[in-house]
């Protein structure tokens, strides 16, 4: 149980790293959060400060996921006895995938670092879903991608991306015959309606035709940047 926690603990740290707020801080001496929709995420990092820092941005929130699924995770097996399962027919490896990626997601959205005012998670879970099942995340992207280019909206893309990611696991599952875990799929569920809740906002600005929408798909050097120009 020790060995889960500490786990957990390190997970949510890393995840708690505020990589948009401290990339506006120390190269452009701004609070991300006062700039565009005031989200401390990738999409407002590209639109405030362009598309150079958010890559950055994005990567290391997508890598925040990744490394705490893939790597950290594992350190439980080196604490005192080792992960228990808190449910006998819960799977241990499953569990401490679960775990580990919630940790970090939630410690994006509500970062100890930075007052609990965070992202939606997005990237984070993204990075933390394909340690745990790649193929229905891909999935989920390639809708993100189709949906962000067509429409023109990130968030559009997010919400319905983050929608169809149990759907794809059940079709593996059940129509495939692939051995993914259900609490797995509860999990990803879980998270999904977590992503979708965050965007609550911006599900308001659609409604009301008020949303950001991406004027162009050419590398931008930032509203910031055109503004001193």
């Given at each position: 149980?020790?060995s889960?926690?500490?786990?957990?603990?390190?997970?949510y740290?890393?995840?708690?790293?505020?990589?948009s707020?401290?990339m506006?801080?120390?190269f452009?001496?701004i609070?991300?959060?006062e700039?565009?929709?005031?989200?401390a995420?990738?999409?407002?990092?590209?639109?405030?400060?362009?598309?150079?820092?958010?890559?950055?941005?994005?990567?290391f929130?997508?890598?925040?996921g990744?490394?705490?699924?893939l790597?950290?995770?594992?350190?439980?097996?080196?604490?005192?006895?080792?992960?228990?399962?808190?449910?006998?027919?819960?799977?241990?490896?499953?569990?401490?995938?679960i775990?580990?990626?919630?940790?970090?997601?939630?410690?994006?959205m509500f970062?100890?670092?930075?007052?609990?005012?965070?992202?939606?998670?997005?990237?984070?879970?993204?990075?933390?879903?394909?340690?745990?099942?790649?193929?229905?995340?891909s999935?989920?992207l390639?809708?993100?991608?189709?949906?962000m280019?067509?429409?023109?909206?990130?968030?559009?893309?997010?919400?319905?991306a983050?929608?169809?990611?149990?759907?794809?696991q059940?079709?593996?599952r059940?129509g495939?015959?692939?051995e993914?875990?259900?609490?797995?799929?509860l999990f990803?569920s879980?998270i999904?309606?977590?992503?979708?809740?965050?965007?609550?906002?911006?599900?308001?600005?659609?409604l009301?035709?008020?949303?950001?929408?991406?004027?162009?798909?050419k590398p931008?050097?930032g509203?910031?940047?055109?503004?001193?120009?």
């Amino acid at each position: 149980m020790l060995s889960i926690l500490v786990v957990f603990i390190l997970c949510y740290l890393i995840g708690a790293i505020p990589s948009s707020l401290w990339m506006g801080k120390i190269f452009f001496k701004i609070d991300i959060r006062e700039h565009g929709s005031g989200n401390a995420g990738a999409t407002n990092t590209f639109r405030i400060l362009g598309w150079k820092a958010g890559s950055i941005v994005l990567l290391f929130d997508f890598g925040k996921g990744l490394l705490s699924t893939l790597v950290i995770s594992q350190l439980a097996y080196s604490i005192g006895d080792g992960p228990v399962s808190f449910y006998q027919n819960w799977d241990v490896d499953a569990m401490l995938l679960i775990l580990s990626g919630m940790g970090a997601v939630i410690g994006h959205m509500f970062p100890v670092y930075a007052n609990f005012k965070g992202g939606k998670g997005a990237a984070t879970a993204c990075g933390m879903l394909y340690g745990i099942e790649p193929v229905s995340i891909s999935i989920s992207l390639g809708l993100f991608l189709i949906l962000m280019f067509t429409t023109r909206y990130v968030s559009v893309g997010s919400i319905f991306a983050a929608l169809i990611y149990p759907f794809a696991q059940l079709t593996l599952r059940y129509g495939f015959g692939w051995e993914i875990d259900g609490s797995i799929i509860l999990f990803s569920s879980a998270i999904a309606l977590g992503i979708i809740v965050k965007h609550k906002g911006n599900i308001t600005r659609l409604l009301d035709g008020t949303e950001n929408r991406i004027k162009s798909f050419k590398p931008s050097n930032g509203r910031l940047k055109n503004n001193e120009s």
